[in-house]
């Protein structure tokens, strides 16, 4: 059984940061890939950043510039680094972990971006 437990969301003024968490627990394999996706209220779920294994990363085009995803395999936690906060980027934030032929979810952080 995959636990991945998010971290690291909150308030935040426009023009803030904030850096989230991803904590696997469980048994995975070595090689596998994490992600972070989002979903506003009225929205569809969408992926925001993805790192390989290798470390290739992959972001949206709405983040791109603004965000940094990363890995750290011997604490098997990921991040993502958010840095120019807009109202747009208001959600609910999932990690997602992809090992073994299998997707596993978080229960979901929420960022909110309001002054």
């Known amino acids: 059984q995959v636990q991945l437990v998010e971290s690291g969301g909150g308030l935040v003024q426009p023009g803030g940061s904030l850096r989230l968490s991803c904590a696997a627990s469980g048994s995975i394999f070595s090689i596998y890939a994490m992600g972070w996706y989002r979903q506003a209220p009225g929205k569809s779920r969408e992926l925001v950043a993805s790192?390989?294994?290798?470390?290739?990363?992959n972001y949206a085009d709405s983040v791109k510039g603004r965000s940094t995803i990363s890995r750290d395999n011997a604490k098997r936690t990921g991040y993502l680094q958010m840095n120019s906060l807009k109202p747009d980027d208001t959600a609910v934030y999932y990690c997602n972990l992809k090992s073994g032929g299998r997707s596993y979810w978080g229960q979901g952080t929420q960022v909110t971006v309001s002054s």
């Open positions: 790192i390989t294994s290798g470390g290739s990363t």
